[in-house]
């Protein structure tokens, strides 16, 4: 069973930091692109980092480039989201995505609006508040 399963989340202060993790298992995921995603209440879903696992490969989004920083453990077949500087607009459900494209192109929607991510996880909340 395919699966990815984001966990890190949690409730922080403005200013704090928090690291996701997110976990693939039930297949070779070495040829696919993997991404954070995040969705605020009442708001479409947003890219925020993606990574290949053979290169040095990155591409952020433009919300938090300089704040997060993504990367990836080979051997434990993970994916991380080190959240630093963080502010109350950051409070969302963050997923991690899987799909085989190009680094660059994860940040594209269709016309509808999806990113269309062959793989997704449920996601995990974080909280910004004081």
């Known amino acids: 069973q395919v699966q990815l399963v984001e966990s890190g989340g949690g409730t922080v202060q403005p200013g704090g930091s928090l690291r996701l993790s997110c976990a693939a298992s039930?297949?070779?995921?070495?040829?696919?692109?993997m991404g954070w995603f995040r969705q605020a209440p009442g708001k479409e879903r947003e890219f925020l980092a993606a990574?290949?696992?053979?290169?040095?490969?990155?591409a952020y989004g433009d919300s938090v480039e300089g704040r997060f920083t993504i990367s990836r453990d080979n051997g434990e077949n993970a994916v991380y989201l080190q959240m630093n500087g963080l502010k109350p607009e950051d409070t969302a459900v963050y997923y991690c995505?899987?799909?085989?494209?190009?680094?660059?192109?994860?940040?594209?929607?269709?016309?509808?609006?999806?990113?269309?991510?062959?793989?997704w996880g449920k996601g995990t909340l974080v909280t910004v508040s004081s």
């Open positions: 990574l290949t696992w053979s290169d040095d490969s990155v």
């Open positions: 995505g899987a799909d085989r494209r190009p680094v660059q192109s994860m940040g594209v929607t269709d016309r509808w609006g999806n990113y269309g991510m062959t793989y």
């Open positions: 039930g297949r070779t995921f070495r040829s696919y692109t």
